[in-house]
């Protein structure tokens, strides 16, 4: 299963790969949010790209099942 393009704010800490156990992402990092329909969940509300949370890991799959 391709990873989404659009990731939520709840979705992009519980399963992104720079959120384990607090942001381990790069210092100076820049993302753009914006109204859309969330790739992982399918609600509409604020994301961003799936790459602005280091992509996801494979526990998104389940959820989106």
Known sequence: MKQPATVCNTCGTKYGNWWKDGYSGPKHHI???????????????ICTEARDIGYLDSAWKEFNG
């Open 31 to 45: 993302a753009s949010y914006y109204e859309e329909t969330r790739g992982v969940c399918g609600q509409v509300t």
